[in-house]
């Protein structure tokens, strides 16, 4: 029999909800923060917001109930619940209203606590966050991503796609002109030794979290037998130090005359280790029985939308393996969540108290 807290994650899992779907599982997990003595609610942006107290200091958690495509049978096996989003990042949510809730049966807290479970996160727009952006100034900021319930994760790359797209009207394949096809070739060609450059010049290596990582994500070609056509999509996570209006002017100077455009453009952030936050986690982890580590991440979060204007203490935290985002193998396990519940429980009482 699963306990009340597992039982919540179960059905929110069971809730299917990809990136701009998440109406029924935000509707839920309102009513279920509601149920658990806050104000719960679904605010205009479609995110599930709870709250309880008033004043300072105020500690936003944020963390996102929208998942990738692709429904996981939601399941219990050897300790583990199996589903999509369950390590993200709606686990780490729901970890996020155990652990408020507690505070809201037993007092004991000052100040004001809220949670969002912000939409879209998994989609270039980060449509919850960035709603959330000028309601709030808080005090601290939880993130909800999986970082292992004895471990804290203090930054992420920042992040630029580039779309591109090109025409040309056809030619005889022996012609010696290049085809659109091969000009997009020789764009992610320019794009890779662009990133080298950069990274030597910095003394980074492709892979680390201080280096340009470059990445095809898809490149289509067609005829119409007058016109040969291709698009590609192409990405780089980007490290501290290089702004994504940086990159952009330098990849328009080897664009030529190719229709080029960017989105999700994030800046990398980097947080600092000391402030009473990190400190509530280090010593919550070790009352919990771990060995508390801290992690920098190569993907994105709404870590990256936020930082930049709430100038406050902030980590992301959450139980879960981040090697098994988005794969079909997704699954919590059920110890580690109950741990990080603790852990985030004695945060909130350490630093609202």
Known sequence: MLSPDEQLLYDTLALYSPSTQEGAVATFLADAMTGRGMNGRVDEAGNAVGEIGEGRPHVVMLGHIDTVPGFIPVEVRAGSIYGRGAVDAKGPFVSFICAAARLAAT??????????????EEAVTSKGARHVLDLYTPDYVVIGEPSGWQAMT?????????????????????????VPAEEAVTFWQNLVRYAQAWNEAHGAVYGQWGAIDPSLRQINS??????QHVKAT???RLPLGLSPDEAMAAIA???????????????AHKSDKANPLVRAFLAAIRR??????????TGTSDMNVVAGRWHCPIVAYGPGDSSLDHTPQEHLNLTEFARAVDVLEAVLRAVAV
Request: avoid cysteine; aromatic fraction near 10%.
């Open 222 to 227: 067609a005829d119409d037998a007058f016109s």
């Open 107 to 120: 007092g004991g807290f000052r100040g004001r606590i809220t949670l969002v479970g912000a939409v879209e």
């Open 253 to 267: 100077g080897f664009a030529g005359d190719a229709a080029v455009s960017f989105s999700g453009a994030e800046t």
């Open 154 to 178: 203090l930054g992420y790359k920042g992040r630029l796609l580039i779309h591109y797209a090109l025409s040309r009207p056809m030619a005889h394949t022996a012609s010696r002109e290049a």
């Open 234 to 236: 192409m990405a780089l």
């Open 288 to 297: 919990t029985g771990g060995e508390p580590r801290f992690k920098l991440k």
